[in-house]
């Protein structure tokens, strides 16, 4: 039986992809440089002999789930952000049948819950009773935790009317825990733990050293006598990722140096006073492979082994193991950034550690595994991050199983109880999603409007223009009433493309899931270059009368669109009026506009009826059929030149998502 042992006190945020390691990590296997889907290492011997072992143990991670509970199939085919929580609880099934129930452990590696619609609309809990049946050990917190206020995530934290009145209005959809009240995601998880924490050893009490109570830094894994330590570690990505109200009284520890000075520190404590075995840091930090280059003559190459083009890896998560010292990390598993990662990192004394990280929305498992002798002790370990589950089958839709013979005990030999618990859970957030189904916002959209996350996109222009047709601004001292000349949006605000066809509430919902609010007001012009200017998580979506133009000297020049169509160029100095999100606002993602915004209006601020996404909904709802249908033309073959000019002669890097 597996034990877990909590300790020292302590908040977490975030976790990440499994990897693999041992106590010194010798290659034993080099993997693919094309899928890097699997890496073998020995405790030191050059042979890695099978027949030593006598027992596998396995930490299976699922980071980034997004609260993408429910599968998404078009014709056998799973799509990318639908691969379904039945299909993930039957791999584990798989795995825990393979080694046995208690030589596995299910771990989470945060943003378990926003995105999914039926999880928004219930702020985590569908997402919270589908993961629960995977019988999670532990979770870390991601950024996207703090998405719905501290409250589900400190008990101790005053809940907001605007929560409650939002979960009150899909509760009488969901069975059971309408009768319970508001739970935390603590709770939803481990209903029957109380004390249970989410782990994080890097959520500090603002200005202090001190770690807020509501986490614990560690972790004790006991598999029947191989000890497994873990250290929780957020990512410090999260004070520009996340609205900046819901973390304005807490500290993530800062650069990666000193992130590895407290992930050192933990892992020592693990191994001198709870005897670990060996050390694994479930972090939210992220990870991203990128192409090897090498100069050949005057040009650049990608530099390739055959055919195979060579990568390298970085991110935080990197430079949190280059900065370490401990030798007993041999792990460190990333998130965040969504992207497939298996590799190793020497750290300051050149022992190698592996970095792993699973795609999002549950299309991977991640599965570290543990090879010991008939003494318990390690021979080696393997971090497999398979890209695609075992049922969704090939990507041109071969080897697909159906949900349904998922669910049949006759064709499933992985089958249990928890599959058809699972089943309950998905029937209810579908219901949830397939009321908002059917009611259709717009009759006809002739095409597909894709979202572009680090450009300006057909779905950024179509919400942008719909709110600066229908957003006023109010001066706070004169009440007068204006238009807005603009609307920014953050690229990491809207979700999702529009389908073709008719658009549902469930569309609009799913294109901008936030519980985000429009804050308006004057800006010069030259401080909206600026602003403009500021493309370190991608372009800002915006629409309105403005174009903006951009060259190698960056945004040169704003003109504003007149009553006849064409457009006059404006000065540095003039003023212009334009509405942004709380969460730009507030500088998130990098933007000063807390600083550059004057003459404030903050009419639709934390009032739940107003937030932006039922907004977007009213004024659909309240614009004529010939009007909307107008509107929707408009994007068709969509350009962004009558908005955006790019007269850049370099290529532009692509920013971290």
């Not at 934290?157 to 319970?180: C, F, I, W």
């Amino acid at each position: 039986m597996k034990k877990i042992k909590k300790k020292h006190r302590i908040l977490m945020a975030g976790l990440g992809v499994l990897a693999a390691f041992s106590t010194i990590g010798a290659v034993a296997v080099a993997c693919n440089n094309q899928t890097k889907n699997r890496q073998l290492y020995s405790n030191g011997s050059t042979t890695l002999d099978p027949k030593q072992v006598a027992r596998t143990v396995a930490l299976v991670n699922v980071n980034d789930l997004h609260g993408a509970i429910l599968e998404n199939v078009v014709d056998n085919k799973i799509k990318k952000d639908g691969y379904g929580m039945i299909r993930v609880l039957n791999d584990i099934n798989i795995i825990r049948q393979r080694y046995g129930k208690d030589n596995v452990s299910v771990v989470l590696g945060g943003d378990n819950y926003q995105g999914g619609l039926a999880s928004d609309l219930t702020h985590g809990l569908m997402a919270g009773k589908a993961l629960a049946l995977l019988n999670p050990v532990e979770s870390v917190v991601g950024n996207h935790e703090f998405d719905w206020g501290l409250e589900y995530l400190d008990p101790k934290h005053p809940r907001t009317a605007s929560n409650m009145a939002l979960a009150k209005q899909y509760m009488s959809l969901v069975e059971g825990p309408n009768d319970q009240g508001f739970q935390t995601f603590a709770q939803t998880l481990w209903p029957n733990q109380p004390k249970k924490k989410f782990l994080a050893a890097n959520i500090f009490k603002k200005g202090t050293n001190e770690l807020v109570d509501w986490v614990d830094p560690t972790s004790v894994i006991d598999f029947n006598g191989f000890k497994v330590g873990i250290v929780g570690l957020a990512t410090e990505d999260t004070v520009r990722t996340t609205l900046f109200a819901n973390i304005k009284d807490l500290d993530f520890g800062g650069k990666p140096e000193n992130l590895a000075k407290i992930v050192d520190h933990y892992a020592e404590k693990l191994i001198k006073e709870q005897k670990v075995d060996t050390v694994v840091v479930l972090s939210h930090s992220f990870a991203n492979e990128y192409e090897l280059t090498r100069k050949r003559g005057d040009k650049t190459e990608v530099w390739r082994d055959g055919k195979v083009a060579l990568k390298g890896t970085e991110g935080e998560a990197v430079e949190i193991i280059k900065n370490m010292t401990s030798n007993n990390v041999t792990a460190i598993l990333a998130a965040h950034s969504h992207k497939l990662v298996n590799d190793k990192i020497r750290n300051k004394n050149g022992h190698q550690i592996i970095v792993a990280q699973g795609h999002s929305k549950a299309n991977t498992i991640s599965e570290l595994r543990f090879n010991l002798n008939h003494e318990n002790k390690l021979l080696w370990s393997e971090m497999i991050v398979n890209p695609r589950l075992s049922t969704a089958g090939e990507i041109d839709g071969t080897h697909f199983v159906p949900e349904a013979d998922l669910l049949d005990p006759a064709k499933n030999k992985h089958y249990d109880q928890n599959l058809l618990a699972m089943k309950k859970v998905l029937d209810q957030a579908k219901a949830i999603e397939d009321k908002l189904d059917q009611d259709v916002l717009v009759q006809n959209n002739p095409t597909e409007l894709k979202r572009e996350y680090f450009g300006q996109g057909a779905v950024g222009s179509f919400v942008a223009d719909l709110s600066a047709d229908n957003l006023k601004y109010k001066h706070p001292t004169t009440g007068i009433e204006k238009p807005v000349d603009a609307v920014l949006w953050n690229a990491g605000g809207l979700r999702a493309d529009i389908p073709a066809g008719p658009i549902t509430k469930k569309d609009i919902l799913t294109v901008a899931p936030f519980d985000n609010f429009f804050i308006m007001g004057e800006i010069s012009v030259a401080d909206l270059k600026k602003e403009f200017s500021n493309e370190t998580k991608g372009k800002a979506p915006f629409g309105g009368k403005l174009r903006i133009t951009k060259t190698d000297k960056g945004i040169t020049k704003i003109e504003k669109k007149q009553a006849d169509g064409s457009f006059k160029e404006l000065n540095n100095d003039e003023k212009v009026i334009i509405a942004v999100n709380n969460f730009m606002w507030t500088d998130g993602d990098g933007y000063t506009f807390s600083k550059t915004l004057k003459n404030v209006d903050k009419r639709y601020d934390q009032d739940f009826e107003n937030a932006i996404k039922y907004l977007l909904i009213r004024w659909l709802e309240q614009t004529p059929a010939d009007k909307k249908a107008t509107l929707m033309d408009k994007y068709q073959n969509f350009d962004a030149k009558d908005r955006y000019i790019d007269e850049t002669t370099k290529t532009a890097a692509t920013p971290t998502k």
